[in-house]
């Protein structure tokens, strides 16, 4: 009897690595021992599976405490959700700061600070939120970084320190944020000049048409 053929699953493939099982057909993850779907963080138990991402978005890892590739998968939402997946943790490095277990002490994933985004030198960074929706600005301050106002930022920093986000007014001679300027008089004066100039060329006009006429009459009378 001549075998029917079927369409090809992850679970068709024995792989230990996600990259593997990605490779040899699409939407695959490896759980550590096969090949399965890709799915929802919540739907892994493995280390494997969990840092291959789940179909909602980046995921972390927390183990069991008698495993260390067995234990719970969860979305990635904020960097405390990663207290024990150094990884994951340091994947978000310009927002979270990885610090290692000490003594009786655990490992944490924490937001950073203005100071420790700087990592021990004087220059100060620009910190994204979790969802890089936002930025905090921050600035040196009596030999540390602290949170700045954006709109003390100077006219050479202003628009790359803010991530963008503000821009210099050249008339307020302030960092303000992107759309909150107030529209050039300059334009408005210009107008007016361009108005004001058909007016002249207008009037200038009928006078040289008034001054000619006379003498068109007195030609023909």
Request: aromatic residues 6%.
């Amino acid at each position: 009897m001549a075998k029917a053929c079927k369409s090809k699953t992850c679970s068709d493939t024995k792989k230990t690595k996600s990259s593997e099982c990605a490779s040899a057909l699409a939407g695959c993850i490896s759980d550590g021992t096969k090949c399965i779907e890709k799915g929802k963080c919540s739907d892994y138990s493995t280390k494997e599976a969990c840092s291959a991402g789940g179909t909602d978005g980046a995921c972390v890892f927390s183990p069991t405490s008698s495993s260390a590739t067995t234990g719970v998968c969860k979305l990635y939402t904020q960097c405390s959700d990663a207290n024990s997946d150094q990884i994951a943790c340091q994947s978000m490095s310009q927002t979270c700061k990885w610090t290692v277990a000490t003594g009786t002490t655990p490992s944490s994933c924490s937001n950073h600070t203005c100071d420790t985004a700087a990592k021990g030198t004087a220059k100060c960074v620009t910190i994204p939120s979790f969802d890089g929706k936002k930025y905090t600005v921050c600035q040196p301050q009596g030999g540390k970084c602290v949170v700045g106002d954006p709109s003390s930022l100077t006219q050479d920093n202003c628009y790359k320190m803010s991530q963008y986000t503000y821009s210099w007014n050249a008339q307020t001679k302030k960092c303000i944020a992107c759309g909150a300027g107030s529209t050039s008089n300059n334009n408005s004066t210009s107008v007016n000049n361009s108005m004001d100039n058909t007016s002249n060329t207008t009037t200038d006009d009928h006078g040289q048409y008034l001054y000619v006429l006379p003498i068109l009459i007195s030609f023909i009378f």
